[in-house]
């Protein structure tokens, strides 16, 4: 009896951890058209924005940053091949956080569309890349149009 007490331990701990491996997530860059405040997520996620739409880019990291700085570029092109820096931001991030949002404000609006954050004035693709160092942490392609 003992043995198959041994058994159904050893097997349920293998199911446990299975589950804690699978909650662990990747790093991620979601964008979207909108922010839900309570719960600190972009709401509204797309890969297709108009250039006139409202933009808000968010690397969910997953557990606590590991780094003290991280940093958001945009390029023009696709992610198989990036071509030249439209612009970057330096960020300070703590272990306390798990997410960064870029957002911003304009003199006049509330926030920036997808024009001004990528600093892309012509429909196309762009590249949004976060990494810490030389470390790619996680890369998303996005299309601009206009409608």
């Known amino acids: 009896m003992k043995k198959n007490k041994?058994?159904?331990?050893?097997?349920?701990?293998?199911?446990?951890?299975?589950?804690?491996?699978?909650?662990?997530?990747?790093?991620?860059?979601?964008c979207g058209r909108e922010w839900n405040p309570g719960s600190q997520i972009v709401a509204d996620t797309?890969?297709?924005?108009?250039?006139?739409?409202?933009?808000?880019?968010?690397?969910?990291?997953?557990?606590?940053?590991?780094f003290n700085t991280l940093k958001v570029s945009f390029y023009e092109g696709t992610i198989a091949q990036k071509q030249q820096l439209l612009w970057s931001h330096d960020a300070r991030v703590t272990d306390k956080m798990n997410s960064y949002t870029l957002q911003g404000r304009t003199k006049h609006s509330d926030y920036m569309t997808a024009r001004e954050l990528t600093r892309h004035k012509t429909p196309g693709t762009v590249v949004i890349e976060v990494s810490t160092g030389d470390k790619i942490l996680a890369s998303k392609q996005i299309t601009l149009v206009k409608k």
């Open 46 to 66: 797309a890969s297709e924005f108009d250039l006139k739409d409202q933009l808000i880019v968010q690397f969910r990291y997953g557990t606590g940053f590991d």
């Open 6 to 30: 041994l058994a159904l331990l050893a097997a349920l701990l293998c199911f446990c951890s299975l589950f804690v491996g699978c909650g662990s997530a990747d790093p991620v860059i979601v």
